[in-house]
């Protein structure tokens, strides 16, 4: 078997097993990657909500950082959760040189605030100018743009940052809708948004999706995909775990997205590319 491309994972911990680091490594996993990780924070969370976030020191992620880039031969960087600016600064600074696929986590699934504004600000400021592709979901978009807006709208302001932006979701679909597909907007520095559209799965056990999709993503670009497949791939993807968890019940909230290994070596057909009107 040829060496495996390395995409390291900087985020936070999910005690439920859901989102964060647990999320990555298997995706990754899954995608032919060797998945390297530095750990953020530790978060106390369920399925229910997060009850406690212990945000690493800087110093602390800081030399996780040196440990894997002194030794391995890092293609992608994928970040999740940071905790703090001074975190957020580090990670654009140390690895804005990496192609970097940044899952700005604000918000948890449950709601719960993960960023405060002086987090938002060194992403706007610091990260996002550094990052290679962003891919915030509608509320994390707004609250990075300072606006309501419409998700087209958001993904082309906060690609004017620097990043490509594949703003996930939409509008039109929530977990348990009987809305048939959902649209992510596809933005790059300079163009127009285009919409991938892709079908939607009704449930609730989604927790960790947004994560899963960064991930996937990241995986992608590792083995040489360009963007657009790449953002194609990892939606369909993303729809297959949730297919898999669709009828779960673990947990007394929002659970969590399947991470078992995939059922089929062949992912589901790939979203279709619209071009916006």
């Known amino acids: 078997m040829l060496t495996p491309p390395v995409v390291l994972a900087v985020a936070g911990t ?11 490594l298997a ?36 030399d996780q950082l ?5 030794d391995l031969p890092v293609a992608v960087v994928k970040t999740g959760m940071l905790g703090s600016p001074d975190v957020v600064r580090l ?17 948890a699934t449950s709601g719960a605030v993960l960023g405060d504004a002086a987090v938002v600000a060194a992403y706007r ?26 998700a087209r709208e958001l993904a082309e302001r906060l690609a004017d940052l620097g990043p490509a932006v594949v703003l996930t979701g939409g509008p039109e679909w929530r ?10 907007w596809l933005c790059e520095p300079g163009g127009r948004p ?31 995909a360009d963007l657009v497949p790449a953002a ?13 968890s669709r009828d779960w019940c673990l947990g007394r909230g929002r659970g969590p997205v399947s991470h078992l290994a995939p059922a089929s070596d062949n992912p589901p057909s790939a979203p279709h590319q619209e071009e916006p009107a």
């Open 14 to 24: 999910d005690s439920g097993g859901a989102a964060g680091l647990a999320a990555d």
């Open 27 to 62: 995706t990754i996993g899954h995608h032919g990657c060797h998945g390297a990780c530095a750990v953020t924070a530790v978060t106390a969370q369920d399925t229910s909500g997060v009850r406690a976030v212990h945000a690493l020191p800087v110093g602390a992620v800081a």
């Open 66 to 70: 040196d440990a894997v880039l002194d």
């Open 91 to 107: 990670v654009a600074d140390r690895l804005g040189h990496l192609p970097l696929v940044v899952d700005p986590v604000l918000v």
């Open 125 to 150: 400021d610091d990260l996002l100018p550094a990052a290679t592709i962003a891919t915030p979901n509608l509320v994390e978009a707004r609250v990075l743009a300072g606006r309501e807006a419409p």
């Open 175 to 184: 977990p348990g809708s009987d809305v048939a597909d959902c649209t992510d």
């Open 194 to 224: 285009v919409a991938l559209s892709h079908r939607a799965v009704t449930t609730s056990a989604d927790h960790g999706s947004g994560c899963t999709y960064a991930s996937a993503l990241a995986a992608r670009v590792a083995h040489g």
């Open 232 to 244: 194609q791939a990892a939606a369909a993807y993303v729809t297959g775990r949730l297919e898999q």
